[in-house]
C-alpha cells in the first residue's frame, strides 16, 4: 500500500518558450486564414468595355482613354464605337435598326450594347454596379 | 519514504506535462476552428451573367449565383440549350433536321395529319387553350393575316419611300382562315391537321413565354434556385437574389428610342413580367407607325397603346396576356386583370398616360 504525498506546489511554471510556440502557433493559423481572406476579395480593377463579334473576343478598352473604336477595321467597319468621359457608346452601325445607336452611353457593370443584325457586343466589366437586374422591352 | 517521495515528484511532473499538453492543444484547436470557419465562408456563392444571342432573334441573359464561374456557365449552358430546342420548335421560317416543328406543321398539316413529339403537341394545345381564354385576341392561328403584314413590313423597312399598307380586301380574306378551331390535335395518337387549308400558324404572341417558362422549370430541375431568365425582354424571375431581396426589373419607357430608359422599375420574387409595345417591330407608311401586334378584331395594327407590360408568375401566361390587353381598350382590359387575382398590368397609351391594375408592383 502506497501513501501518496499530494505536492503542496501546484504552480505550472510556463517557460518563456511555451509561450513563444503557443502565440506561433495561434499567429501562424491566424495570418494563413488572413491571407486566404485577402485573396478571396477581388482586386480592385478599373472599369473597361469588352467587345466581341460573332462570339470570339475582337479587344477590350479601358474607359478612361478616349477614343473611337472601328469593328471590325478602319478599312473596312459596320459599327464603331466611341469612348469618351468614361463611357462607351455606339457612334455609327450600319445595321437597318439602328438598335445599338439608339443605346444610350453605358459604363456600368454588365451593362451592353448588342448590335445583333452585325453580331457586335460591347459589354462593361468592373464597372459600378446597375441599379435594374434586368429591364422589359 | 524517499521511494514516495521520488513517486509523488514524477506525478507532479506528469501532472505538469498534462497541463502543459492541454495549453498547447487550445491554440492548436483555436486554428482548426478558424479552418473550419474559413472553410464553411468560403463555400459563398457569387453572382455571374451569360448572354447568348442566337435564339428568338434576340439577346438571352441568365443571371444567376454559383461557386465559381465555371460552374455557372454549366447550368447557364443547359438552360441555353433548351431555349435552342424551343426555339427550333416553334420556328416558322425555318426546318431543322430530324424536327417536325412549326414550319413543318405549316406545309403539311393542311393536306396530310402529322404526327408530332409530345413537346409540340403540348404547346399546341396550350395555344389553343390561350386563344379561347382570351377570345380569340392572343391567336396562335392568325398566320394567314401576319404573314401579309409580315411581308409589306420587310418591304417597307427596306423601301420606307415606297412603304405601303395591305389593302383591306386581301387581310378579310386571309381573315376568314384564322378560326383556331380548324387546328385539330389528336392527343390519342400524338396528330395534327388542319380543318382549314389556308389556315397558319405563327405563335409569336406566346412562344417566348411559354419557352421561358419551361426553360426556368428545367431550371429548377437541375437545382438552381435563385436566378433570373431574360429572354428578349421576356422576364422571369425564379426566387429572388441571393440576399432575399426582389429582383428589380425596368420596364422601357415607349418614348424612349433607347431600350434601357425606364420608365417604371418593378421588384420580382418568383414572377414573370413581359410588355408588349408598338415600338419592337413596326415600320412606318406615310408618317405613321404600323406595329407588328395584329388586332383580330379588325386585322390592322392595334394603336390603343404604345405598350402593356403584364405581371403573372407563368411567364406563358404574362406573354398571352400582354398580348391580348394590347389588342383591347383599356376598361375591358383593366376588367380582365381585376377578375384575376394572378394577374397585374400596366398600360401607357400613345399619348403616355399610364394606367396601373390595383396591384401592380406590390
Not at chain 1, 509561450?19 to 473597361?48: D, M, N, R
Not at chain 1, 463579334?53 to 467597319?77: C, F, H, R
Request: net charge negative; proline share 3%; glycine share 6%.
Amino acid at each position: 500500500m502506497e501513501l501518496f504525498i499530494i505536492p503542496v506546489d501546484l504552480e505550472i511554471k510556463m517557460k518563456k518558450n511555451d509561450w513563444v510556440l503557443i502565440f506561433l502557433v495561434l499567429f501562424v493559423g491566424l495570418f494563413s486564414y488572413g491571407i486566404v481572406k485577402i485573396v478571396q476579395i477581388q482586386s480592385t480593377k478599373e472599369p473597361q468595355a469588352v467587345i466581341t463579334q460573332e462570339g470570339k473576343l475582337v479587344a477590350t478598352y479601358p474607359l478612361w482613354e478616349n477614343q473611337l473604336i472601328y469593328i471590325p477595321t478602319k478599312e473596312n467597319w459596320t459599327n464603331c464605337l466611341k469612348i469618351e468621359n468614361g463611357v462607351i457608346y455606339m457612334l455609327e452601325a450600319n445595321c437597318p435598326d439602328k438598335i445599338c445607336v439608339n443605346h444610350k452611353p453605358i459604363s456600368k457593370n454588365g451593362e451592353s450594347i448588342v448590335c445583333l443584325p452585325n453580331k457586335v457586343v460591347v459589354i462593361i466589366e468592373n464597372g459600378i454596379e446597375q441599379e435594374v437586374d434586368g429591364g422589359t422591352y | 519514504m524517499h521511494t514516495l517521495f521520488q513517486n509523488n515528484r514524477s506525478m507532479f511532473m506528469k501532472e505538469k506535462i498534462f497541463v502543459k499538453r492541454i495549453l498547447w492543444a487550445l491554440p492548436v484547436l483555436i486554428v482548426i476552428g478558424l479552418l473550419f470557419w474559413w472553410k464553411n465562408s468560403s463555400v459563398e456563392e457569387f453572382r455571374y451573367t451569360k448572354e447568348y444571342y442566337d435564339v428568338f432573334d434576340t439577346v438571352t441573359t441568365v443571371t444567376g449565383y454559383a461557386e465559381t464561374e465555371e460552374i455557372f456557365y454549366e447550368e447557364a449552358e443547359q438552360l441555353h440549350l433548351q431555349l435552342i430546342k424551343y426555339h427550333q420548335l416553334f420556328d416558322i421560317y425555318h426546318t431543322y433536321e430530324g424536327l417536325t416543328n412549326m414550319k413543318i406543321l405549316n406545309e403539311q398539316c393542311k393536306t396530310n395529319t402529322v404526327k408530332v413529339d409530345q413537346e409540340l403537341l403540348d404547346f399546341l394545345i396550350y395555344g389553343k387553350k390561350m386563344c379561347v381564354e382570351t377570345n380569340g385576341e392572343t391567336n396562335i392561328a392568325l398566320g394567314s393575316v401576319l404573314k401579309i403584314w409580315h411581308d409589306y413590313r420587310e418591304e417597307g423597312i427596306k423601301d420606307e419611300v415606297s412603304a405601303k399598307l395591305p389593302n383591306k380586301i386581301e387581310l378579310e380574306n386571309a381573315g376568314l382562315h384564322t378560326d383556331i378551331e380548324d387546328l385539330i390535335i389528336d392527343l390519342k395518337n400524338g396528330e395534327v391537321s388542319f380543318q382549314d387549308s389556308q389556315l397558319q400558324l405563327d405563335v409569336g404572341g406566346i412562344a417566348k413565354g411559354y419557352s421561358v417558362e419551361k426553360v426556368a422549370q428545367y431550371g429548377k430541375k437541375i437545382g438552381m434556385t435563385n436566378f433570373l431568365l431574360n429572354v428578349g425582354g421576356n422576364i422571369r424571375a425564379v426566387g429572388t437574389k441571393l440576399d432575399g431581396k426582389p429582383w428589380i426589373i425596368g420596364i422601357q419607357d415607349p418614348a424612349s428610342k433607347d431600350q434601357s430608359e425606364y420608365i417604371k422599375t418593378v421588384e420580382l420574387n418568383e414572377m414573370s413580367v413581359v410588355t408588349s409595345g408598338d415600338y419592337q417591330r413596326y415600320y412606318v407608311v406615310k408618317g405613321k407607325k404600323y406595329c407588328h401586334i395584329i388586332d383580330p378584331d379588325d386585322w390592322y395594327p392595334a394603336n390603343f397603346f404604345s405598350s402593356v407590360s403584364v405581371i403573372a408568375r407563368d411567364s406563358g401566361k404574362a406573354d398571352t396576356y400582354s398580348t391580348a390587353l394590347f389588342n383591347m381598350d383599356y376598361t375591358k382590359g383593366k376588367k380582365i386583370v381585376e377578375d384575376d387575382p394572378d394577374l397585374e398590368a400596366m398600360w401607357i397609351t400613345q399619348n403616355g398616360i399610364i394606367y396601373y391594375s390595383s396591384g401592380f408592383g406590390d
